[in-house]
């Protein structure tokens, strides 16, 4: 792996570093997001669903759907419903397909291959923190929203400082590497993921952006000692 990855910024990825870099993880993801989360990441997918309120027959556009939780999640809750699941590494959808058939599309969040008004819901776990232009990534998903429809988006967020904030550090930036390096033989991977966390956008300052671009009621829920944040939004 490039050691180039670890410690950039979203702005400063490249996106071939970026895919190479979930590629070579994408056999151990799912197992990863289990053990960095304790599990808990379950049970947020399962909120980011509710928090889109979907109709019964509603469409969905899973972005970042890396290998369909989220999207296997929706039809879950909702069988009935028509559900996109894109991704732009092809590696980590081959994965997802060994789990079950979903409706896997290539996909770039910064040009989204539908048209305008096109979903229901726009829902992602995990993608904002990847992209290198969010905001481009925002009006995006707001083009492809139906009027009235719901963004809602599960990712990292910037911890507030606290009394837990030594022990959160040491998570994040000694056992996350650690156990990644083991089960999967790409520390640099799990080291580049911690860094993410912390330069991207505190929940406060994604609401903005998400204000900034259109969205209305926009909100957010902050979890796992606030280093985890769910916001939700309408167009």
Do not use: C
């Amino acid at each position: 792996m490039d050691r180039r990855i670890s410690g950039l910024s979203a702005a400063e990825k490249l996106p071939s570093q970026v895919r190479g870099m979930f590629a070579r993880i994408a056999p151990r993801y799912d197992l990863m997001n289990r053990l960095m989360t304790g599990g808990m990441d379950v049970r947020w997918r399962r909120e980011v669903v509710q928090r889109a309120a979907l109709r019964p027959n509603a469409s969905v556009l899973d972005l970042g759907t890396g290998t369909g939780d989220l999207a296997r999640e929706t039809l879950t809750q909702f069988p009935q419903a028509r559900v996109a699941a894109a991704d732009f590494t092809l590696e980590m959808m081959r994965v997802g397909r060994k789990n079950g058939a979903l409706n896997f599309s290539a996909a770039d969040a910064l040009s989204l291959p539908f048209q305008d008004n096109s979903f229901d819901a726009v829902i992602s776990g995990f993608l904002m923190r990847n992209v290198t232009d969010a905001q481009k990534a925002l009006q995006e998903q707001r083009r492809v929203i139906k009027p009235g429809g719901r963004i809602v988006v599960l990712d990292t967020t910037r911890p507030k400082k606290n009394i837990l904030s030594p022990f959160i550090k040491f998570h994040m930036h000694v056992i996350i590497p650690f156990v990644g390096g083991i089960l999967s033989g790409m520390r640099d991977a799990y080291e580049y993921l911690p860094d993410t966390t912390e330069n991207f956008f505190t929940a406060e300052e994604l609401s903005v952006r998400m204000t900034a671009v259109g969205f209305r009621r926009v909100q957010f829920k902050r979890l796992m000692f606030g280093t985890i944040a769910i916001h939700w939004g309408e167009k």
